[in-house]
């Protein structure tokens, strides 16, 4: 069975930064575009930042942008989210995702991860 196992999360201050760490198991996914996602308690799971299969391209959420930034090692079959600058409006669960093409939907992505809490404290 495949997973997508997020890592990473925790209990942070406004200012501060996390790294998230997402690492599939059961297969790589050095074809796939990687994507995360997040979702604030009683809102929608909103889109955060993708990059492609090859990582030379990346796009990010204007809400988070020159703040997180997206990376993927396939060496190691795992990719990234840098977030520094936190406010406590990133407080949310955070899930990556697997989409055999580079997009943005959330619904072309096939595989999800358990997610992550991210909490930001003011």
């Known amino acids: 069975q495949v997973q997508l196992v997020e890592s990473g999360g925790g209990l942070v201050q406004a200012g501060d930064s996390l790294r998230l760490s997402c690492a599939p198991s059961?297969?790589?996914?050095?074809?796939?575009?990687m994507g995360w996602f997040r979702q604030a308690p009683g809102k929608a799971r909103q889109f955060v930042a993708v990059i492609g299969w090859s990582g030379g391209t990346t796009y990010d959420a204007d809400s988070v942008k020159g703040r997180f930034t997206i990376s993927r090692d396939d060496g190691k079959n795992t990719v990234y989210l840098q977030m520094n600058s936190l406010k406590p409006e990133d407080t949310a669960v955070y899930y990556c995702a697997a989409a055999s093409f580079f997009t943005t939907r959330e619904d072309e992505y096939s595989y999800w991860g358990q997610g992550t809490q991210v909490t930001v404290s003011s």
């Open positions: 059961g297969r790589t996914f050095g074809r796939y575009a």
